[in-house]
């Protein structure tokens, strides 16, 4: 718990229809010092999202009122919140078409609790771990990235990213010019060295789409690397 303090303030939305789920993880990420509050449809999750402070989300896909499909669409559409998705399905298409709407991250039930708590706390970590690392950037520089308040500027227009996007960006970002593979990129934001792959193709498709400029370039068969602007001194 005491190394946690710092984690005291965050608030984690768990949404799922099934109560003893949504009690096992509140009560492993109350442990942890996290501030959850809980949601049982989609549209009530939605509200929350709306009207609260979430820092994170948890969101189970087979939900009434409304699915999580929908309901990560539709947060999408005005909040950058980091969404995992925790599902029985276990399709790579459903984790791809997860993904494609906006997720960040993909479990599929049945899960363990550990691995969960472990995942969000990994993303907090990696969020100070940014806020520590990355300056504003050049003056003369079509991007800019704004650590302090995870905005994104294309020749001083905003961008809208997602946390995972955001990540990715500026990791591929602070390394100007060198080659990144998927699986160098996948265990640096993810925090993992054994994930799908395809995560990590689908956040740089996305990406680029929002970006709407060729910063990230494919290197064939190797991975990716960013030619948005010189390294710095």
Known sequence: MGSCAALMRRNVLVADDDRDIVRLIRDALEYEGFHVRAAHDGRSTYEIV???TVDFIILDIMMPEMD???TCRLIRKNHGVPILI??????ELDK??????GADDYMTKPFSVQELAARVKAHFRRIERLRHEWGEGKPDSPLQLDERTYEVFVDGSPIDLSTREFQILH???????Q???REQLYASVWGDTWGDRNTVTVHIKNLRKKLGRDFIKTVWGVGYKFVGRE???
């Open 171 to 177: 990791h591929l970002a602070s390394r100007p010019n």
């Open 86 to 91: 925790l599902s029985a399905r276990d399709r």
């Open 179 to 181: 080659v990144v593979s």
């Open 68 to 70: 999580g499909l929908e």
């Open 231 to 233: 390294p710095g001194p």
């Open 96 to 101: 791809i078409v997860g993904l494609e709407i």
């Open 50 to 52: 709306k009207q609260e």
